[in-house]
């Protein structure tokens, strides 16, 4: 993952890369016994399956297999790095996996705004880009999704990369046979340089990141998180609002399985002076572990059940649906909840000149389609942001060894 405890060096370039893989060049042999290879671009990224940490952080030479000759052994090290910086030296750094909000930190966060705003104006100006030709991107869905699916591989196809998609894996992959999630993974990854996954269960992309040697980018897992959406989210709040620092954001809605504002309120948390309003019904209320977060990093949050008052003082009115899906049999619960809090002209008109109103999309009726003409309903032009996000994503993880920021 992008943050990480530890830092590898091959004494073959001795450079710093990713803890997940050691480059190494082409005219290396690799042994099949104990490194497996994958070609990608000039180089060959070398896996290591045992690779050991010495406590002292003392360098530990990688023992000879039996059968590979001295001139074909490529020779590794480990070096244990405590609070080793997402970034190395130079402002530069780089992702290995994109799996939660809490990767990130505000160097990272900015960087990524920058290659953003660079894939703007290539969407724009620079149609037929080939950033990542000979790359290809695989699509792995378990659950229903429009925006993120098309905007990935949107994202990969405008850079110049291949897509091989796979939707409503859970119903039409090997996983209605019984196959274990990371025996999917193993196989998917000779097939692709990239994978991104939306999962049912919480943690799932972390499972997927231990089992992979390519990288993983969570689109989605469960009720658990969902970090592209609040890296455009942020980028989002930070296009419309011009700021970050001292904003106050309302996060309204199904605040218990949304996991789109669970990865938001981690992202709010870097910045200074942010307030956060939860506007929900009881039943899907905002659960205790984001509110010890936000209070453990000194972030202001307070509960309410007057979206109108909240509406009004806030930058930002960030909207969700009530997810059905998310209720089982417990429909009861779920009708209670549904059109309790619904961002109208009455809410618009309490609403701050400046202030806008965002919303993960799909909407059903939380957000009334009278809305769609104001100027600061912003959800569709959030939505194109995440075009711009995951082509930054693709493009430092795919692209380029590390990016300048």
């Known amino acids: 993952m992008a943050v990480s405890s530890s830092l590898f060096t091959s004494s ?3 450079s710093m890369v990713a803890p997940k893989t050691l480059k190494c060049y082409r005219e290396y042999m690799c042994s099949p016994s ?9 180089s060959k990224s ?11 952080g003392k360098l530990l030479k990688r023992e000879q297999t039996d059968g590979v000759s001295p001139k074909d052994r490529i020779q590794c090290c480990a070096v244990q790095v405590e609070n080793a910086p997402s970034f190395s030296v130079g402002k530069k750094f780089q992702l290995d996996d994109v799996i ?3 990767q990130f930190d505000r160097d990272i966060l900015g960087a990524i705004f920058k290659v953003a705003r660079e894939m703007e104006k290539i969407e724009k100006n620079s149609p037929g880009s080939q950033i990542l030709k000979g790359y290809l991107m695989a699509t792995l869905f378990y659950e229903p999704s429009t925006r993120t699916r098309l905007s990935f591989e949107s994202a990969m196809k405008r850079l110049g990369g291949e897509v091989l998609t796979t939707e409503n894996a859970r119903e039409f992959s090997s996983a209605a046979k019984g196959e274990t999630l990371e025996d999917t993974i193993r196989t998917i990854e000779g097939y692709s340089d990239i994978i991104v996954m939306r999962h049912f269960e919480s943690g799932a992309a972390k499972r997927a990141a231990v089992t992979a040697g390519i990288p993983i980018i969570n689109a989605g ?23 970050l620092d001292g904003i106050k954001v309302g996060l309204v809605g199904d605040l218990a399985n949304g996991r789109t504002v669970r990865s938001l309120a981690y992202l709010l948390a870097k910045y200074q002076d942010v307030k956060i309003y939860f506007v929900s019904p009881d039943v899907v209320k905002m659960k205790d ?8 990093k000194g972030v202001e949050w307070e509960e309410s059940t007057d979206l109108m008052e909240v509406a009004s003082k806030c930058d930002v009115v960030y909207q969700t ?11 009861d619960q779920y009708e209670e909840a549904r059109g309790k809090y619904i961002v109208d002209q009455n809410v618009l008109d309490v609403m701050q000149k400046h202030a806008v109103v965002m919303h993960p999309l799909p909407r059903l009726d939380e957000i009334t389609v009278d809305v769609d003409g104001d100027p600061r309903a912003a959800y569709f032009r959030q939505a194109k942001n ?17 990016h300048s920021s």
């Open 386 to 402: 995440g075009l711009y996000i995951r082509m930054a994503l693709l493009k430092l993880l795919l692209g380029s060894e590390s």
């Open 221 to 243: 897992d469960g009720p658990g998180q969902h970090p592209t959406q609040a890296l455009l989210d942020v980028y989002t709040i930070e296009r419309e609002v011009g700021k």
């Open 100 to 102: 939660e909000a809490q």
């Open 46 to 56: 070398v896996y290591l399956t045992h690779s050991r940490l010495l406590p002292s």
């Open 289 to 296: 572990d984001i509110k010890d977060y936000l209070t453990s």
């Open 34 to 42: 104990n490194l497996s290879c994958r070609q990608s671009g000039y």
């Open 12 to 14: 073959l370039q001795g």
């Open 321 to 331: 649906r009530i997810q059905k899906e998310r209720f089982g049999e417990r429909i």
